[in-house]
């Protein structure tokens, strides 16, 4: 139901569609979150959304495609976001493991 407004079902589906993807983009985007001492803007959204979340949406699209005739048509269920960002944090924990001890030198007394 629409309050005063003369808009169709269709017409309101049109304008929030594309909201919905910028939405879903601000969504996708807080959920990684790249610790750099940059402070480029520039260097951060290329960080963020060009790489994140370009390469979960290209990897999607290769492995999760239903075989079939037709149009290709995506599983999402194999490869959610959430599972893409866990994946992405244990591929970089081998290659980096993260400190266990931090060693800290004091200067003897006087």
Do not use: H
Not at 39 to 56: D, E, H, I
């Amino acid at each position: 139901m629409l309050v005063n407004l003369t808009w169709t079902t269709q017409q309101v589906y049109q304008k929030y569609r594309r909201r919905f993807g910028v939405e879903c983009s601000y969504r996708l985007l807080r959920q990684v979150k790249v610790l750099t001492n940059s402070r480029n803007p520039a260097l951060r959204f290329f960080l963020l959304g060009l790489v994140t979340q370009n390469v979960w949406v290209k990897l999607r699209w290769l492995c999760t495609r239903r075989p079939g005739k037709g149009r290709y048509r995506l599983i999402p269920t194999l490869l959610r976001f959430d599972r893409f960002r866990k994946l992405l944090t244990r591929a970089i924990e081998l290659l980096f493991p993260p400190l266990r001890t931090v060693l800290v030198y004091a200067l003897p007394n006087p």
